[in-house]
């Protein structure tokens, strides 16, 4: 994947949208799992990607100090080698002077040469530089990104459960409601005063019963003072 590409997919990634992605999902929860899927294995990825992008600024830095150490060597080395043909040319070896200043010619150009490749590194240098910044900051986005659909995702199960404990306490109310005469509740307490109202009838029906025999008594203590007033009148006695 070409730097550039890479830096777009993760802005795109970056940057979603995430409650219009809700807002259009049958299932959000599910919806979230799977993005929370997708995002942890997208930066995964990235985090390679953009690994290896700053391994290549890191070569590209390590070879322009390289450069730049190899141009100052070259320098020293043909500074030497002037001083050491001018030594030369002051005691009159002129071969020997002439020697080291060919020396010094190719220290210079190997300097040149190092020069020219340490200016080459800067311009990479500084575009890698920029594309590891940028890639930095898509990561962020990227991990910041992945952190709100956790939240939302925990947050959105949370109330899923919290909707669900609800239902299940108003279907519990509602399947007992003391005010609903066909409820268990409402038959047991009418099948209570039942129970309650015959064991009444019975008392009630038993006193009556003990009421007429009593009755019954009376009338049968009236008739055998009767018969005996009768008698003594047939006697010509006085009962008093």
Same mark, same amino acid.
């Given at each position: +994947?070409?730097?550039?590409?890479?830096?777009? #997919?993760?802005?795109?990634?970056?940057?979603?949208?995430?409650?219009?992605?809700?807002?259009?999902? &049958?299932?959000?929860?599910?919806?979230?799992?799977?993005?929370?899927?997708?995002? *942890?294995?997208?930066?995964?990825?990235? &985090?390679?990607?953009?690994?290896?992008?700053?391994?290549?600024?890191?070569?590209? %830095?390590?070879?322009?100090?390289?450069?730049?150490?190899?141009?100052? %060597?070259?320098?020293?080395?043909?500074?030497?080698?002037?001083?050491?043909? !001018?030594? +030369?040319?002051?005691?009159?070896?002129?071969? &020997?002077?002439?020697?080291?200043?060919?020396?010094? #010619?190719?220290?210079?150009?190997?300097?040149?040469?190092?020069?020219?490749?340490?200016?080459?590194?800067? $311009?990479?240098?500084?575009?890698?530089?920029?594309?590891?910044?940028?890639?930095?900051?898509?990561?962020?986005?990227?991990?910041?990104?992945?952190? =709100?659909?956790?939240?939302t995702r !925990?947050?959105?199960?949370?109330? /899923?459960? +919290?909707?669900?404990?609800?239902?299940?306490?108003?279907?519990?109310?509602?399947?007992? !409601?003391?005010? !609903? $005469? *066909?409820?268990d509740v409402?038959?047991?307490?009418?099948?209570?005063?039942?129970? =309650?109202?015959?064991?009444?009838?019975?008392?009630?029906?038993?006193? /009556?019963?003990?009421?007429?025999?009593? %009755?019954?008594?009376?009338?049968?203590? &009236?008739?055998?003072?009767?018969?005996?007033?009768?008698?003594?009148?047939?006697?010509?006695?006085?009962?008093?």
């Amino acid at each position: +994947m070409s730097q550039q590409s890479l830096i777009g #997919r993760i802005s795109q990634l970056a940057k979603a949208n995430l409650h219009a992605l809700l807002d259009s999902a &049958e299932d959000p929860q599910k919806m979230l799992d799977q993005m929370v899927r997708d995002y *942890t294995a997208a930066i995964r990825e990235a &985090e390679e990607s953009v690994a290896l992008t700053i391994g290549d600024l890191r070569m590209l %830095e390590e070879d322009h100090a390289e450069a730049q150490s190899s141009a100052h %060597e070259w320098g020293s080395k043909a500074s030497a080698a002037s001083r050491r043909a !001018d030594q +030369m040319r002051g005691e009159g070896n002129t071969s &020997e002077a002439d020697r080291f200043d060919k020396l010094a #010619r190719v220290a210079l150009e190997r300097q040149i040469r190092a020069e020219k490749e340490a200016e080459d590194f800067g $311009p990479q240098i500084t575009s890698r530089t920029a594309v590891v910044a940028k890639l930095k900051d898509g990561l962020n986005g990227m991990q910041s990104k992945l952190d =709100e659909l956790k939240r939302t995702r !925990d947050d959105l199960v949370a109330r /899923s459960r +919290m909707a669900e404990a609800q239902n299940r306490v108003t279907d519990a109310i509602g399947g007992v !409601d003391l005010l !609903d $005469p *066909t409820s268990d509740v409402a038959r047991f307490e009418d099948k209570v005063r039942r129970e =309650e109202a015959r064991v009444a009838g019975r008392q009630e029906l038993a006193a /009556s019963s003990l009421d007429a025999q009593f %009755e019954d008594l009376e009338d049968v203590g &009236e008739q055998t003072e009767v018969e005996l007033r009768l008698a003594a009148l047939k006697s010509g006695t006085s009962t008093d």
